[in-house]
């Protein structure tokens, strides 16, 4: 446990007359969050001359009516008793706070923590090492500059931010600091996982500023979290190190999972998240046949697309996909669109093309080649929905394929008698269309085989 803590003065520590604390705010981090504050202006007895009230902007008269050291000493003491004590400059608070408590005729004797002999150490470079300085080069808001309570916080989370960098430091290493972030993921991995039940849905990882940093599915999302914790790879560890909190949707389906968490990550975009989150599409592969009723593929580009069978963020993926095809399913380069459609291609001359372009092959076997790809990308029937596992035993989940595409999903009562598709459009919720989408309710279809479907 660490108490930070941040004090102003009306003297320099040189000035014992006049060197008194007139404000004090204590903030109790358990090594994950702030747990406690204590913030309260001290009347010093003494005089606060025009210079300090400059420095600190506190006047005689705001703590005229504020308690003694004396009165709050025996709070401070406890609040402290057993923690780390952690400030920017700790000799200077810790000292003053030490000189107070001997005028008690107390003792006061704690554990330090300096945040700038630590910052000099992981953020090296810097011009200043002044929490004003640092606060600016880290973003961190102090709208309250040179009073107790707006430099502690401030100084709580350049300790945050500390504790973060040191878990990937590979030069600096210090015992108490690797226990104190050991225990931190310890905690927080209690804290997770205290939160999340053993069902099926979609999960939020949460930094201190409570943005997404990732976002995951499972149908145990208990499960799933744990193995984060259990990870050994170092983005994991550098994830866990910004956790600070999580959310979590109950799906019940784990299609409706599955599509959530896609729609989810091209939305936040969270940061460790590696895959899915492009949410442009730039080129599609269409399909069509011919005057003489063969099958042809082309790349189209994703606005012109009329009959696209599976989209893509850039021309070059959508290049290799057609080429991979070619060499998987011996297809012709002329019926793909990758060379001139009059020409016999160049790899029937090298005998990879069977003679399609030649006619020298039957189009009813060189179709049926391409049907395999074609059965792989096109749903059987445009218009049908998937029944599945509702969020509750009393519920059914509703996934909606309208023309040939997901199109949104829903719940129902499983006490409701519904057989027309216009009662159950109005059971869905119309989501963002990404075609990537439709690929995620094929793959899911094709392990579940036996999932309960109504055709339109």
Known sequence: MFAIIDIETCGGKFEYRRGHVIEICILIHDGLTVTEKFSTLINPQCYISPTFVRISGITNEMVEHAPTFAQVAKQIWDMTE??????????????????????????????????????????????????????????????????????????AQLFDILMQIKSTHPVYKNKGVDELMVRRIDKIKKYILDKLPEECGVYYFLDQDQQIIYIGKSVNVFNRAMSHFNSKEEKGRKMLNELYNVDFVSTGSELIALLMESEEIKKHKPKFNRRKKADTFTHSIDWFKDEKGIINFKIVS??????????????????????????????????????????????????????????????????????????????????????????????LSVILIENGHFAGYGYMDTTEQISSPEEFKTLVKRTNYYPDADDLVRSWLKQNEKIKKIVF
């Open 302 to 395: 994703f606005e012109e697309s009329e009959n696209g069978l599976i989209s893509f963020t850039s021309y070059l993926s959508a290049r290799e996909k057609m080429e991979a095809w070619v060499d998987e399913h011996t297809l012709c380069l002329r019926h793909c669109q990758l060379t001139s459609d009059t020409s016999i291609c160049f790899n029937h001359q090298i005998k990879k093309c069977n003679g399609i372009c030649a006619e020298q092959e039957e189009i009813e076997i060189y179709n049926k080649r391409a049907s395999a790809i074609l059965e792989r990308f096109i749903f059987a029937n445009p218009n049908f929905v998937i029944i599945d596992k509702g969020k509750t035993p009393s519920q």
């Open 82 to 155: 057993g923690k780390i004590f952690v400030a920017h400059n700790v000799g200077f608070d810790y000292g003053f706070i030490k000189e107070e408590f001997n005028s008690l005729g107390a003792k006061f004797k704690r554990d330090t923590l300096c945040t700038v002999r630590l910052s000099r150490k992981l953020i090296p470079g810097k011009k200043s090492y002044s929490l004003g300085n640092l606060c600016d080069a880290l973003g961190i808001n102090n709208e309250a500059r040179h009073r107790a309570e707006g430099d502690a916080v401030a100084t």
